[in-house]
C-alpha cells in the first residue's frame, strides 16, 4: 500500500468518488473525461490494473470497470480522505434544531438520530445516554393498595427510575417511609457493591428493597438500558446493495437485535476516547452480519457523568466524509448536552 504513487492515489479517489454516486462500474474512458485528467485513458486503465493487483480495485465482470474493494476502501477512509468538515450552514441550522430542543433528552435523541440519517443519507442509530459508575442519591416508597408499593429511585445525575414492587406482606406508610428515610442515610452516594455489602446489617424489608434497588442500578448500567434511537432505515433499504432479502435482513439485525449491537459496541466505539470515530467496513472479518454495510461509530458524553454512542450505518459505498464529519459532529452537541445537563 506504500507502494501507491500519487497518480495511483488520484485514480483511487476518482475511482471511488463516482462508484459512491453512481453504483455501477468505473472505465478509464469515464475518468479522463468526467474529471478531465492529463492523461490518455490508456495510462488510467494501466493504473487501474496495478491497483486491481494490489487489491484495492476489483472487476466485476471481464467486460466491465472496476469498483474499489473492501481494502480499497479502507485504504481511502485512513490514508486519503484526510479530515472532513461539515459546511458552516449546515452546522448553523443543526445547533439551531438543538437549542430549540431545550434539555428534554428524548427530543435530544430523536433529533440526533433524524439528522444523521438527513445528512448521511444512511440509517442512524444512537442509544440514550447512561451511567457508566452508578451511584445512590435518593429513594421513596409510596404504599398503593394491599402490598403493592412504588419504589421511586434517584441515581447521581438525576436519572429518576420507577418500579412497582410487591412485598410479602402488607405495610403501612408509615413503615415504609422509615426504611425508605434508613435507606437514604446509610446509601447515599454508594455504588452497588458499596450498597450489596449493606444488606447484611438491614431487617428483611429494606433487604428486599434493596434486591430491588440493585437490579435498577444494574440496569442503568448497561450499554443498551434505555432506548435506541433509530431513523432512515429506508434510505438504507433503497440502495441496490440491499435489493436481495438476505443483505437487507442483516442490515436490520445489525440495527434491531440487542446482543448484536451490544457486542458490537462493547467491542469497537466503547473502547476508544470520547468523541473519537471509528469505521467499520464490510464487517471488518469480525461480524457476519456487517460483510455488505459499512458503520461510522462515536461516543459521546463526559467520562464519570453519562456517556452513550451514535452512528450511521450504510452499504460499503458509503460516503464516507459526509457521514464521518456528521457523526463526529452530533456527537460533540450530545457531549454538550450530558455536560450541561450535569452541571446544573
Not at 434491531?256 to 471488518?284: A, F, H, W
Request: net charge negative; glycine share 8%; aromatic share 4%.
Amino acid at each position: 500500500m506504500d507502494r501507491l504513487t500519487e497518480r495511483q492515489k488520484l485514480i483511487l479517489a476518482l475511482v471511488i468518488r463516482d462508484y459512491i454516486e453512481t453504483a455501477q462500474p468505473v472505465g478509464s474512458r469515464r475518468l479522463v473525461q468526467r474529471f478531465g485528467l492529463d492523461v490518455s485513458s490508456a495510462t488510467v486503465r494501466n493504473e487501474m490494473m496495478a491497483l486491481t493487483e494490489m487489491g484495492l480495485l476489483r472487476q466485476p465482470h471481464t467486460s466491465a470497470g472496476r469498483v474499489p474493494s473492501e481494502d480499497g476502501y479502507r485504504y481511502f477512509v485512513r490514508q486519503l480522505m484526510g479530515q472532513t468538515d461539515l459546511p458552516g450552514p449546515t452546522k448553523r441550522t443543526i445547533v439551531h434544531q438543538f437549542y430549540q430542543a431545550g434539555l428534554d433528552v428524548d427530543r435530544w435523541m430523536r433529533l440526533a438520530a433524524s439528522v444523521l440519517a438527513h445528512q448521511s443519507q444512511a440509517a442512524s442509530l444512537v442509544t440514550a445516554p447512561y451511567q457508566e459508575h452508578v451511584h445512590f442519591k435518593h429513594l421513596e416508597l409510596i404504599g398503593t393498595r394491599g402490598r403493592q408499593v412504588l419504589m421511586v429511585l434517584v441515581l447521581a445525575g438525576g436519572e429518576v427510575r420507577q418500579q412497582m414492587l410487591a412485598l410479602a406482606e402488607p405495610v403501612s406508610q408509615e413503615q415504609l417511609s422509615i426504611a425508605a428515610q434508613k435507606l437514604n442515610e446509610i446509601c447515599q452516594g454508594l455504588d452497588a457493591d458499596g450498597i450489596l455489602a449493606l444488606s447484611a446489617q438491614v431487617d428483611s424489608l429494606e433487604q428486599d428493597i434493596i434486591r430491588l434497588i440493585l437490579e435498577d442500578m444494574h440496569q442503568a448500567s448497561k450499554i443498551l438500558a434505555g432506548e435506541v434511537y433509530r431513523d432512515g432505515l429506508t434510505h438504507v433499504l433503497a440502495e441496490p446493495e440491499f435489493a436481495e432479502m438476505e443483505v437487507a435482513r442483516n442490515a436490520l439485525r445489525v440495527l434491531e437485535e440487542r446482543p448484536l449491537l451490544e457486542d458490537l459496541l462493547t467491542r469497537t466505539v466503547l473502547t476508544n476516547e470520547m468523541g473519537s470515530v471509528q469505521v467499520l467496513i464490510g464487517g471488518e472479518g469480525t461480524w457476519e452480519e456487517l460483510r455488505d454495510c459499512s458503520i461510522v461509530l462515536a461516543r459521546y458524553g463526559a467520562p464519570g457523568m453519562a456517556t452513550g454512542t451514535l452512528g450511521v450505518l450504510g452499504p460499503i459505498r458509503m460516503a464516507y466524509g459526509r457521514s464521518i464529519s456528521t457523526v463526529r459532529f452530533v456527537a460533540g452537541l450530545l457531549s454538550d448536552m450530558v455536560i450541561e445537563m450535569h452541571s446544573e
